[in-house]
């Protein structure tokens, strides 16, 4: 059986951040509306600060509304790396959630936390797809690569302060994420249910662990960052290692490496990650 991880209250926590965006737009909208009263009035902008105090009284009620979409919480150092977690019921956060860990590529790399809702799980979220699971997301700095030892330290990091299931672990990674799940998972299969790696790449000598997990390789084979050579070489190194592995291969003709971020946005990639559902 799977050992269940304990759980408390998370360290830090911090509201969508879409919330924000329609604050200062408010404030924008507010001042452009009442400033052409304020000139030909003659006066300062003072006697319409009334009319801003009501406009934010309204945002008040209907801000809880736009809110409830998705919830993030925002840790910076309760691992090595920085991370979000993010989920669309806040249940999720209360314990016994799948945990969906993504590893981003390259161009997400920095120190601007919000860049891993760029593209992905935490994007399609937003754009409305449905996604049962606590997202996970952890930041790269530049120049920095995916380790497997700190990758994990993340997990218990997150299992810890959410108390997820441990046996509902799932990882999906792009690019430097691709190859940053393949190499995760090969280290720790035991910890993974199942994974995607879409136009990446992979250490053969780790294709015996990612035998031991269902396995989904995707690419483009118009990819030119990432030649999809790589993505066959790792499921031909598993199914070498045992032929009758859980590991499948996507070829995407009409992708190159950044048009085949369009599987993140389509139902059947959590179908399959979580039930095992045939996309």
């Known amino acids: 059986m799977c050992p269940k991880p304990s759980r408390r209250s998370p360290a830090s926590t911090s509201t969508d951040g879409r919330i924000g965006i329609f604050w200062v737009g408010l404030n924008g909208f507010i001042a452009s509306a009442v400033e052409p009263f304020g000139y030909l009035a003659g006066s300062s902008m003072k006697r319409f600060s009334h009319l801003r105090g009501v406009a934010w009284a309204c945002a008040a009620v209907f801000l809880p509304l736009l809110g409830r979409g998705q919830t993030v919480h925002t840790h910076l150092d309760a691992a090595p790396y920085p991370f979000l977690a993010v989920a669309q019921n806040p249940a999720y956060f ?22 891993v809702r760029k593209y992905g799980p935490i994007d399609a979220m937003e754009r409305g797809l449905e996604v049962e699971a606590l997202v996970v997301a952890p930041q790269l700095k530049p120049g920095e690569r995916w380790e497997p030892a700190k990758v994990i330290e993340v997990v218990n990091a997150a299992q810890r302060l959410y108390g997820t299931d441990s046996c509902r672990v799932y990882v999906a990674g ?12 090969g280290t720790y299969p035991d910890r993974v249910e199942a994974a995607v ?27 030119r960052h990432v030649p999809h050579a790589e993505s066959v070489k790792m499921h031909e190194a598993v199914k070498a290692c045992r032929e ?9 003709p009409d992708c190159d490496h950044g048009k085949i971020a369009r599987e993140f946005y389509r139902g059947g990639l959590y179908a399959w990650l979580f039930r095992g559902e045939a996309p």
Request: charged content about 15%; glycine content about 18%; proline content about 1%.
């Open 174 to 185: 792009m690019s430097l994420g691709g190859y940053g799940t393949m190499d995760f998972v």
């Open 244 to 252: 009758d592995a859980l590991c499948k291969l996507t070829l995407h």
């Open 197 to 223: 790696a879409i136009c990446g790449g992979g250490t053969e000598g780790l294709a015996c662990g990612l035998a031991e997990t269902r396995l989904w390789i995707q690419h483009g084979t118009q990819d």
């Open 94 to 115: 209360e314990g016994g959630a799948p945990l969906l860990l993504f590893l981003h590529g390259r161009s997400l790399s920095g120190t601007d936390l919000t860049k």
